[in-house]
């Protein structure tokens, strides 16, 4: 994952969500968003979008993220924004966060340095 600097607070404000959180609710999240940002980008093949999560053999969940152009960038935070207000609080912090920091790199690089690994 690649940070512009300063960007370790993203990473450790995410990672301190997700300690003690059901996994199982952050991955059906990341599927409804990913979904969610590829049918709004038109993206159903996969070229453009990547937001899948995963879940490991210690039940630890984790996130891939990319997007390959400014329009994709955007799908996702939308689909990300259009999720926050059905999400439990728990996860609507990860991702509200999440949002914030995918945003502020994308502005800054004009695009996601990517891909993001959480």
């Known amino acids: ?33 990913e979904k969610k ?8 093949a996969g070229a453009r979008i990547i937001f899948r999560g995963a879940i490991d053999e210690e039940r ?4 891939d993220v990319d997007a390959v152009d400014s329009d994709a960038v955007l799908c ?5 924004q259009s ?15 999440l949002m914030e920091a995918l945003a502020t790199q994308a502005e800054e690089k004009e695009r996601l340095d990517g891909p993001w690994h959480f």
């Open 1 to 33: 994952m690649a940070f512009p600097e300063g960007g370790a607070y993203w990473f450790d404000n995410m990672r301190s969500q997700l300690r003690g959180a059901d996994p199982d609710e952050f991955l059906e999240w990341s599927d409804v968003i």
């Open 37 to 44: 940002s590829k049918g709004d980008c038109d993206d159903l």
């Open 60 to 63: 630890r969940f984790s996130l």
């Open 76 to 80: 996702l935070l939308k689909a990300i």
């Open 83 to 97: 999720c926050l207000d059905l999400m439990p609080s728990t996860q609507k912090r990860f991702f509200a966060t």
